[in-house]
């Protein structure tokens, strides 16, 4: 891998490390509301609820794509007189096959 494309990558993993700590932060904030109603009534209010669930669905789909960026960055690539192959057309057959 070349260093231009590991520093896109790593900068690309940085910015979803950034996002998933930001999801993470608000995920934080709103449990803890949510926490504190339970404590106070024994029952969260449903639309504090839903906002912890979407929260959480954001931190789940950062969590992926920084799982993906990774994966993506430990993959070999494969180089034809110095130049990086890509087969478009062949990664979406194998992605259709699976």
């Known amino acids: 891998m070349s260093e231009m494309q590991q520093a896109s990558a790593s900068a690309e993993a940085r910015a979803a490390v950034r996002e998933m700590m930001t999801a993470f932060e608000a995920f934080k904030g709103a449990n803890d509301a949510r926490l504190g109603e339970i404590e ?12 912890v669930a979407r929260i959480d669905q954001a931190v789940a789909g950062a969590q992926a794509r920084l799982d993906r960026v990774i994966s993506e960055g ?25």
């Open 40 to 51: 106070k009534k024994a029952s969260a209010d449903t639309l504090l609820e839903a906002k």
């Open 74 to 98: 430990r993959r070999p690539t494969v180089e034809v007189g110095g130049a990086v192959v890509t087969a478009p057309e062949a990664k979406a057959a194998f992605d259709a096959y699976l």
